[in-house]
Nanobody
């Protein structure tokens, strides 16, 4: 059974930073693409960033970002700990959302997510 356990959210002022973590229980984690998603109130869930697995793992994985977070967020992974991270810098109020991790190119049941609130 695939499980995602997200953590690291909280309340932060505009311009601040947070680092989200997601521990993934899945077979062959290193071979799997992973993504961070978010859902703001009243909006659809969207993909924020993703990172490849498999043949790219020696290079740390290839990354891709949504336009709204490009240059501010960084996705990374540690295959030794089956964990994917999202470093979020220069946070804006519009980044307020519940953040989830899940597969990229594959999807399983969603975890509980972690709330990120950007407000002064």
């Amino acid at each position: 059974q695939v499980q995602f356990v997200e953590s690291g959210g909280g309340l932060v002022q505009p311009g601040g930073s947070l680092r989200l973590s997601c521990v993934v229980s899945v077979t062959n984690f290193a071979m799997r693409g992973m993504g961070w998603y978010r859902q703001a109130p009243g909006k659809q869930r969207e993909l924020v960033a993703d990172i490849t697995g498999g043949a790219d793992i020696t290079a740390g994985g290839k990354t891709n970002y949504g336009d709204s977070v490009k240059g501010r967020f960084t996705i990374s992974r540690d295959n030794a700990f089956d964990t994917v991270y999202l470093q979020m810098n220069s946070l804006k109020p519009e980044d307020t959302a519940v953040y989830y991790c899940n597969g990229a190119g594959w999807i399983s049941a969603w975890g509980q997510g972690t709330q990120v609130t950007v407000s002064s």
